[in-house]
């Protein structure tokens, strides 16, 4: 229920955040627009409708994240949380659209000049919009990364550019008013290629995140620690994190328990684990693997500590983990965690391999290549 809560009001602060911007922005679109059209500034009107642009992608943000707080069902059980990385991108295309349209006009405007005609009250006025969107692009931006929201993060950072712009806009003004040289169409030109840059910055990003990035280290780290504060448990490995939204994980992992646990003490171990994580972290465990470590043979400490320094003597072996020696079966089987800037992991494995069956040559090796998706 507390998970739940969570999400309403993260929803909530989103939407309100969201509302702020697009009054702001329409206030500010009016101002310039009004301005732009007295003044026959080609850059004070482009920054009017960049703000449009601007407004339009709150609208965007609040229609997401009321998709995104839709309850799971049969078609999506796993909810509707990426519709937030979706609202992401769009906000990226609106900002690249709205770059790409500017520069034509600007160009137009460098190849056809029109002389604008400035006023004290129209540079007041764009002054006095470069602190409000300074005041919004920083407080849009805290909240995005608050509560997690690339779309909040997205906005407010165009709103800083916003306010960059404009003052571009206003040292343009003045110097036509004080020297008569005209600035404008080519400042409008170099306004667009800022405004294109950002939106393939933040469409780059946004498509990063839907293609799947690796876990977040330090959410994964906290999480390992959690499981490993459970009597019995001696580590966990093979941790896996699929995001369906900022904050809406399922995973699963691998816990190494005693050799002699019963299929019931493993069953409530596996229970207790889900839920403290799920209490603690918001993380719903799909599945929990288990591997089991000797406790009765002595010999397999010696074993397992010459397999890990061998496995450990290559430079791109991270990890060596679920070892168990059979005596009975004459086996030796564990997992190795190769790093993926080894430039070539399945050569990297062969080696190792090579190594310790020459160094166990009666003994069966079960080694299993493993990844660590917490890499840095």
């Known amino acids: 229920m507390e998970i739940k809560n969570k999400q309403l009001e993260r929803q909530k602060t989103i939407v309100k955040t969201s509302v702020l911007g697009i009054v702001a922005n329409v206030l500010l679109a009016a101002f310039k627009a009004l301005v732009g059209i007295i003044s026959h500034s080609v850059a004070i009107t482009l920054d009017a409708v960049n703000n449009i642009t601007d407004a339009t992608a709150s609208v965007v943000t609040i229609i997401g994240t009321k998709i995104a707080g839709k309850e799971p069902n049969k078609k999506h059980p796993f909810g509707y949380g990426r519709i937030e990385y979706i609202t992401a991108m769009v906000i990226a295309v609106i900002v690249l659209y709205a770059g790409i ?3 034509i006009e600007s160009i137009k405007k460098i190849i056809d000049p029109v002389s604008p005609d400035y006023s004290l009250i ?7 919009a470069v602190v409000v969107k300074i005041v919004l692009g920083l407080y849009v931006k805290s909240v995005g990364k608050r509560v997690k929201s690339d779309s909040l993060v997205n906005s407010g950072q165009d709103a800083l550019l916003d306010a960059v712009i404009s003052v571009t806009t206003v040292i343009a003004a003045i110097l036509y008013v004080t020297t008569g040289i005209s600035t404008e169409a080519y400042l409008g030109a170099v306004i667009s290629l800022v405004i294109i840059k950002s939106g393939l910055d933040m469409l780059r990003e946004t498509i990063s995140q839907l293609l799947g990035e690796s876990n977040d280290v330090e959410k994964a780290n906290e999480i390992k620690k959690t499981v490993r504060s459970f009597e019995g448990v001696r580590g966990t490995y093979d941790m896996v994190l699929h995001n369906y ?4 994980y399922h995973g699963s992992l691998h816990i190494e328990v005693p050799e002699d646990y019963t299929a019931n003490e493993i069953d409530k171990l ?3 684990i889900q839920t403290k994580v799920y209490e603690e972290h918001g993380v719903v465990l799909t599945a929990i693997g288990v591997y089991s ?7 397999s400490v010696a074993i397992r500590k010459r397999v ?4 450990m003597s290559n430079e791109y072996v991270t990890g060596v983990h679920g070892f168990y020696f ?3 079966n004459q086996s030796i089987r564990f997992d190795i965690v190769i790093s993926f800037n080894a430039p070539s992991r399945s050569e990297e494995y062969n080696k190792v391999y090579e190594a310790i069956s020459k160094e166990y040559p009666d003994y069966m090796i079960i080694m299993a290549l493993d990844t660590d998706y917490s890499e840095e």
Do not use: F, K, M, Q
């Not at 939204?245 to 809406?248: F, L």
């Open 101 to 103: 349209t500017a520069l």
């Open 326 to 328: 059979s005596r009975e």
């Open 308 to 311: 890990t320094e061998i496995a």
């Open 122 to 128: 129209s540079i007041i006025i764009i002054s006095v």
């Open 270 to 272: 596996i229970r207790d």
């Open 293 to 299: 470590y000797n406790t009765s043979d002595e010999e």
């Open 245 to 248: 939204g900022p904050d809406t």
